[in-house]
């Protein structure tokens, strides 16, 4: 194809070109420029644009997103042939499902299971957060809706945030507000993005902010009207892959290193204040309690 094409150029600049060549060449063209490669799993749907080389990642886990054992993995290996793929040097992470960019992590996966289970998903957890924070691409969250918890982690872990233009939707690190309390390295990663004070006041009181609120606050770092947000994306994401790849990822690196090595370092002893946290009895009552509350909300 790419010969046939080399000769139909070699015809062009002879000026000998007949109209159906010239409708091969346009055709052809528009295929070359459009040609996607298809990563996707069951919950996660991922096209690789082969010109611009930029993915899109389009979770679809109804109804809410939640990041279940099963989603995280799929996840990661995701992320692992993305970064493996030269072509693919920009990650654009969304969500298929309408007003939900993610619930967080899968609540049903911190309750009533086994220390074994609760070890496994927190590695799994660990594990999407060290892919997306260190990832070598270029990457931007598309919050188009609701996403609490861990799906503002997933958020924060992107390069850049564009949030739908729409008060209705939040965003935070609600943990306390389950009984819970949001590990080191959730603190650290939002702390690089708001700073102390703010973080402080985040997680102790486990606040959620509107779009517009999350904007004053740069959590998000714009807010675009829901029809307009994709086109916003690939035109920012052209601005980051402007910069040469090693320079950007070496400035990415350098601020985001010692984050991730403060995990690395002390992952195994994360693991086990998780599952010791999250077995007490205590911890599971409020769980219990926090889900009956959002079936309660959902039938009132
Ligand atoms: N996990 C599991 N199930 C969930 C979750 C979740 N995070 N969120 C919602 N669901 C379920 C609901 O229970 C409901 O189930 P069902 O249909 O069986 O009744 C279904 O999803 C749909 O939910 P809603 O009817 O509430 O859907 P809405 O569209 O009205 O609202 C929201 C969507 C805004 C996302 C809302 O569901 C919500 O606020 N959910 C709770 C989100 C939340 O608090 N997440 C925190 C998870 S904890 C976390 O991510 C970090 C933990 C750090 C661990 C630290 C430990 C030491």
Redesign the pocket.
Known sequence: MAAAWRSCSLLALSGRFTVQQKLGRALYQSQWVTSHRNLSTSQIAVEVNESTGVAVMKMKKP??N??NLDFLTQFSICMEKLELDRGCRGLVITSAIP??FS??????E?YGKTDEHYAEFWRAVQEMWLKLYGSNMATIAVING?S????C?MALSCDYRIMTENPKYSIGL??T??G????FW?RDTMINSIGNRATELSLQLGLMYSAPEALKIGLVDELIPEDKIYETALNTMSRWLAVPDHARQLSKSIMRKATVDRLLTHRESDVQN?VS??SRESIQKSLGK??EK??Q??ET
């Open positions: 109804p809410v939640s990041l007003k939900i619930a967080g992590l899968d609540i049903l911190m609701n609490p918890a861990g799906g982690l609600n943990e507000l389950l819970i309390v949001a590990p959730f998780f946290f999250i926090y889900m959002l079936k909300r959902k």
